[in-house]
């Protein structure tokens, strides 16, 4: 593989933003936040490589893509996407996840049980031209002719320059599993790995309990509150956590929860024999098991701000916002979380591969 910008990249990132930004007209593009998994693609002729936000190999786990990246792409060239797995009801990062296994048989499997998209929104290179320096404006138009070639699985984002547009999008899309929207500077060249574009997500709040804490890597206070929702049944489930905590505060939760430590392990619920529910340490495809953690009885109820819910927990690390003195852990269920009707992706993916 010889292409003028070669692997491995760090991708273009994104800062936060509490809302869409203002700019004069086609001073800025809006996209919509795909839930997947971040992927810098390189052909090279008969050769393909996926790289990963974290600039490592993503090819192998994604096997069904590879044939169709070198038939819809041009010949050489180097595009910055993302990978998703789509699902009737929206965006599946669970089943997305799955494919990160050691297991070649499993990972062979779930590609044709769950076949992956691969979603472009950013060209890096076509041919012998670098395009990293040229504005986003342009780069778009140049992947938007390169994209006339696209078919399931392989896409182009929607893009505009329309902010009414965009904060649409925001609450159309969302049932999705799109998770809001990127805005990028239409005169920015492609600055890898800078945080030079910018990311409104959606924001709710949660009343949850918080039944255990991890200490912070430094030993120095609370490093993380585990929380924990009540299901139909009053099973309490682990959902996530909290964290980001100052040194300070680190320092003033422990005081505040050290009086609720639980003495015997066999109090809490996660910790009896045969606890059901979804429970935290468990070991997962991403890391062995962890028991390294606090229970709590009879702790504060917090109320965190979260951006996403998926298949029962938090998507990402929540943050706290106050106590809640005035509920009840048993008040605190699934019920109070967000559900927004799915809306349909084909207008975006049309049909789904294999069927076209």
């Not at 096997?63 to 599946?92: M, W």
């Not at 076949?115 to 012998?128: E, K, N, Q, S």
Request: with cysteine; charged share 25%.
């Amino acid at each position: 593989m010889k292409l003028p910008v070669m692997p491995p990249v760090a991708p273009m990132l994104a800062r936060p933003a509490e809302s869409l930004p203002a700019a004069e007209a086609g001073d800025m593009w809006f996209e919509p936040k795909w839930d997947g998994f971040r992927a810098v693609v390189f052909r090279d002729g008969d050769e393909v490589e996926i790289g990963s936000r974290n600039e490592r190999p993503l090819t192998r786990y994604f096997p069904e893509l590879t044939g169709p990246l070198r038939a819809r792409l041009p010949q050489r060239c180097v595009l910055d996407g993302e990978l998703v797995i789509a699902i009737s009801a929206g965006l599946d990062f669970d089943a997305l996840s799955a494919r990160i296994h050691p297991a070649a048989s499993r990972i062979a499997r779930l590609s044709v049980e769950t076949p992956a998209r691969f979603v472009a929104f950013d060209i890096l290179a076509l041919g012998d031209s670098d395009l990293t320096g040229r504005p986003f404006a342009e780069r778009r138009g140049i992947l938007a002719e390169a994209a006339a070639a696209f078919a399931a699985p392989v896409h182009l984002t929607p893009a505009t320059t329309d902010r009414y547009v965009a904060a649409e999008w925001f609450e159309r899309f969302e049932g999705a599993g799109l998770d809001g929207i990127i805005a990028k500077p239409a005169h920015d060249g492609y600055l890898a790995g800078q945080r030079a574009q910018f990311k409104v997500k959606h924001r709710r709040t949660a009343d949850c309990v918080v039944a255990g804490y991890r200490l912070h890597r430094s030993g120095d206070g609370v490093g993380s509150l585990l929380l924990g929702l009540h299901d139909a049944e009053g099973t309490l489930h682990y959902v996530g956590a909290a964290s980001g905590f100052t040194a300070p505060k680190r320092g003033e939760l422990l005081e505040e929860l050290d009086p609720h430590r639980v003495g015997e392990r066999a109090e809490h619920p996660w910790l009896t024999d045969g606890a059901a529910g979804r429970l935290p340490g468990a070991p997962s495809r991403w890391r062995s098991g962890d028991d390294a953690w606090v229970p709590l009885s009879g702790a504060p109820v917090a109320e965190v701000a979260y951006d996403a819910a998926l298949s029962g927990r938090f998507r990402h690390s929540t943050r706290l916002l106050r106590w809640r003195s005035d509920r009840s852990p048993a008040s605190c269920t699934y019920a109070q979380l967000a559900s927004v009707p799915p809306v349909e992706l084909g207008e975006i993916f049309g049909p789904s591969p294999g069927t076209d």
